[in-house]
């Protein structure tokens, strides 16, 4: 079983990956855009969002745009690597698999 | 396991495409966009003729000012239609895949075509002003291939080969210039049909 010991418990859930995925490909993604494209519920998204930003997976900013709030979200480089050395788990156990 | 593990990869993969490329654009759109432009350019190659203007004898292009009105109306006809029917597919596509349209990829993508093709009109109206307009069909074609390499990232990858085709028609078009309206549409109609049959059977 040394191999599943390798993938990252913080990542097990559907939501979290989504939302590493995403942030890997892109610079910041506000909150709308994130649950638009993750389609999910705003407390679905932000506790998975506040779990991911105590690992210190992703860093979250808070603004003003005008009187609105604006929470985006950036993968931090911790976050960056965790999820790189997941996704070659996940490889690794295919191939041995196959 | 292994499937659970299977669903993730895919999921992976397809959040991370979701959010990075404006993937909505629509392969009719490109239809539209190249039947205007092919019946536009018709439609400017009988009023020519009826202007008692060969368009391929004609070896000073002195059109009159109520022509000249009548061709710019043309083409701003060819772009709102092409541009029109470009935007009513793309939506009617992304709510059908239940994707967002304004999102940051697609910002990207327009930022991105942006770019040339202002560089482009630019120079068009440079061209225009030192009495060159010989060179606009060459000038279009290839900042608009430059364009769709460039937005390249942000969208369908296979945009790039649209892009690579305008780049060198617009090359061949230099060398045989006085054509500028044959090359234009074979670039903006028959490529974009073309491209867009291709696209619409493989995205379907």
């Known amino acids: 079983m040394g191999m599943i010991d390798q993938l990252n418990k913080d990542f097990e859930s559907r939501v979290r990956l989504g939302i590493m995925s995403v942030l890997m490909v892109n610079d910041w993604v506000d909150f709308t855009e994130m649950k638009s494209l993750l389609n999910i519920t705003d407390g679905n998204l932000a506790s998975h969002s506040t779990a991911l930003e105590k690992a210190q997976y992703i860093e979250v900013k808070k603004e003003f745009v005008g009187k609105k709030p604006k929470t985006s979200y ?20 295919f191939k041995a698999k196959n | 396991m292994n499937q659970k593990h299977q669903e993730d990869l895919s999921h992976i993969r397809s959040m991370m495409e979701r959010s990075s490329r404006f993937i909505s654009l629509s392969g009719l759109s490109g239809v539209f966009a190249g039947l205007s432009a092919l019946i536009g350019g018709l439609y400017v190659c009988q009023l020519l003729e009826q202007n008692g203007i060969n368009y391929f004898e004609a070896s000073s292009k002195e059109f009159s000012l109520s022509l000249i009105y009548e061709l710019i109306t043309t083409g701003v006809v060819i772009f709102v239609f092409a541009f029109f029917f470009g935007i009513v597919f793309t939506v009617r596509k992304s709510r059908k ?5 304004w999102t940051s990829s697609t910002k990207n993508m327009l930022i991105h075509l942006a770019i040339p093709l202002v560089v482009g009109g630019v120079f068009c109206l440079a061209l225009l002003y030192h009495q060159m307009a010989v060179l606009i069909a060459p000038t279009t074609l290839l900042f608009y291939g430059l364009a769709l390499v460039n937005a390249e990232k942000y969208t369908f990858s296979d945009i790039k ?18 054509y500028g309206l044959i090359f234009w549409i074979i670039g903006f109609g028959v490529l974009h049909i073309l491209y867009g049959l291709i696209v619409f059977k493989k995205y379907k």
């Open chain 1, 74 to 93: 950036r993968v931090t480089n911790l976050g960056r690597v965790t999820f790189n050395s997941h996704l070659n788990a996940l490889e690794k156990l």
């Open chain 2, 161 to 178: 080969y649209l892009g690579f085709c305008e780049i060198i028609l617009g090359c061949v078009s230099l060398f045989y210039l006085g």
């Open chain 2, 97 to 101: 895949d239940n994707l967002p349209i």
